[in-house]
């Protein structure tokens, strides 16, 4: 950490300054040029990050120099995390994320009904997916709109996956439901408007089940990685971040797409990263190009919502594809990840 000090900062003031970091356990270098004074911080400043430095009389600015996170860092860690999913049935394969493999995770929004979700299941998993999504529980902007079957919704998730043998992800809203879900899920889905809920964070993170955690509307990617360190710190070290689009002034979209948060996370963390970009855009003619671009940048996997019906779907029918579809973009994504080095 640099302290930069007022060019009027007297003696006195430097001294108090550098007496209060010393005191919080840290040492410092006191470099004095001709027209400012700086002050290098010496030791993890992450110490001292939630201090109030700049309410220090004498001090003008202060600039960190390591990043906030720890666990979640390339630095801490320089081996890609890799999360291995068990079989679901014996003989089964297992899944792993994070390796030379991008995994495909569809289906559709919402559970809406038992037979819909087996369709849809046994769709996906015959084209190349290798995990199942479906919400139970929705976080939906109106009250009014449908919210989810809830407990049923996650009774025909259990039944689906041990009929048809595929690992499934579902979304966790509520920290009274983390366990209940857990028992379910093979992956639990923290939902964009919860990246920031804390609580629920140190739940999934004292948890035992992987965990996929969406970025926020308006989230950066330096918070998307402190929420992820949130569930690291509780001890769960097996984290994916995921990239569903962010909100800007742009409309032609219901997101815009941030697919530079793929190498920007990648250069930052060894946490695998996926791309959702059904939320991320919202229409689903733009689903397959930015699922082609998703890997291309390098995502570890990609998320996409599935339906055999989007115009009577009772949740994201405008983004979802058709299984046709769905398809065809699985062909295509093969060429991309062959292109980039991966498979499919
Ligand atoms: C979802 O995956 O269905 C969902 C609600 O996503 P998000 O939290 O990214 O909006
Ligand atoms: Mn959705």
Redesign the pocket.
Same mark, same amino acid.
């Given at each position: 950490m640099i302290i930069v000090l007022r060019r009027d900062a007297t003696e006195e003031q430097v001294g108090h300054l550098v007496a209060t970091i010393r005191g919080w356990g840290l040492t410092t270098h006191v470099s004095r040029g001709t027209e400012r004074t700086i002050i290098g911080v010496i030791g993890d400043e992450r110490a001292i990050r939630s201090k109030p430095l700049e309410a220090i009389p004498g001090v003008e600015s202060v600039m960190a120099v390591l990043k906030p996170y720890k666990l979640a860092s390339l630095e801490f860690q320089p081996e890609r995390t890799r999360i291995r999913i068990p079989a679901v049935k014996p003989g089964g394969a297992p899944v792993e994320i994070g390796g030379p493999s991008v995994v495909v995770v569809a289906g559709p929004?919402s559970v809406e009904n038992r037979d819909m979700l087996f369709d849809m299941a046994r769709v996906i998993r015959g084209a190349g997916a290798k995990l199942l999504r479906a919400?139970a529980f &929705?976080?939906r902007t109106s009250p009014y709109a449908f919210q989810g079957l809830g407990v049923e919704g996650l009774r025909y998730l259990a039944e689906v996956r041990a009929e048809v043998g595929i690992p499934i992800i579902t979304?966790v809203m509520d920290t009274r439901d983390v366990e209940m879900i857990a028992e379910v899920a093979d992956i639990l889905?923290i939902?964009? =408007?919860n990246m920031q809920n804390f609580n629920l964070l140190k739940a999934v993170g004292r948890c035992r089940k992987p965990v996929l955690l &969406?970025r926020a509307l308006a989230g950066t990617i330096e918070e998307l990685l402190m929420s992820a360190e949130y569930i690291l710190s509780e001890g769960n070290r097996e984290v994916i971040v995921c990239e =569903?689009g962010i909100r800007t002034f742009e409309k032609a979209t219901r997101n815009t797409l941030d697919i530079s948060a793929v190498p920007v996370i990648r250069r930052e963390s060894h946490l695998p990263v996926f791309v %959702?970009p059904s939320?991320g855009t919202g229409v689903w003619p733009l689903v397959a190009p930015m699922a082609l671009a998703a890997v291309a940048a390098g995502a570890d996997g990609i998320m996409v919502e599935v339906h055999p019906n989007p115009e009577q779907a009772l949740s %994201?029918g405008p983004q979802a594809l058709l299984p046709k579809t769905f398809e065809k973009m699985m062909k295509d994504l093969q060429a991309v990840a062959q292109a980039v080095g991966r498979t499919l």
């Open positions: 929004c919400g &929705k976080p979304e889905q939902g964009a =408007r &969406k =569903r %959702d939320h %994201d």
